[in-house]
């Protein structure tokens, strides 16, 4: 998997998106900013840069190792796009990850409006689905994939929708959710620079739920999309269904790693009776070290049932 990113990788990663005027309050080394990678090349390995340091969380780069997320036109209702590879044409051969060969994701920018959909391929390597970009706002897009030939990479576009937009604040964090008459709880906080297991238990009508099904190879998915610049961290469970000790809940553990202190979201797509349910968390890393980032304005929500949007689901 390629979602463990070291503190030091989030120093580097920091200094590499932020510069140096962005340091909310933290001593960042400055010397690995020379070593960010805008050319496409490989990533020098930990030893290289000194073993300091791992890649960037995913989702933060159009262009990564010669490989370029590029949207294109589409019909209204629909969503379109491909990835150009190292020679600059369309990238048609890809691996199967989880069940498919593309992971699309989009949420807005304020962590509203989480879509997990995947696209079809065509000949010519252009990816098409139903527009998962529910509605108006700034939207980011991530591609999750692995090219036949390269290693798994997410890369992320910003898309906007035009129309009239009411900015949505950041449920509160809370260890419990509804969805779709499910109760979600979670276990674990996670801390930055080390893996922490984050356990999530699903119950309806106050009975756990002990026959969750598998999707994508697994009885859960977790996204986790980090506040202020959206990097993404796509965490699989601790144990896969059939290997003859994962349970089909009602618990699901992940290891996660995140890269930083902060508020997170974390997005818990899970599949019960032929439906892929996704449970939204807000979630503060290392909260105790460096505390939560303000809110701009205006109080915060106390629920999160007024953050979802209606509706959203799978394909
Ligand atoms: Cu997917």
Known sequence: MRTVTRLAGFAVGLAAVFGATYGVGRVVDPAPVAESRHDGAAAPSADERGGTADRLPGGLLVSERGYTLEPVDAPPGEFAFRIAGPDGRPVTRYEVAHDKLMHLIVARRDLSGFRHVHPDLAPDGTWRVDSPLTGPGQWRAFADFTPTGGESLTLGVDVTVPGELTERQLPAPATSTTVDGYTVTLTGAPQPGSTSSLTVTVSRGGQPVTDLEPYLGAYGHLVALRRGDLAYL??????????????????????????????????????????????????????????????????????????????????
């Open 234 to 315: 796509h965490v699989h469970p601790d144990g896969t269904p059939g290997d003859g000790r994962t349970r089909p809940g009602p618990a699901v553990t992940f290891l996660a790693e995140v890269p930083s202190a902060g508020s997170y979201r974390l997005y818990l797509d899970f599949q019960h009776g032929g439906r892929v349910h996704t449970a939204e968390f807000t979630v503060v890393a290392g909260a105790a070290l460096t505390g939560d980032v303000p809110t701009p304005s205006g109080p915060a929500p106390t629920g999160e049932a007024d953050h979802g949007t209606p509706g959203h689901g799978h394909n």
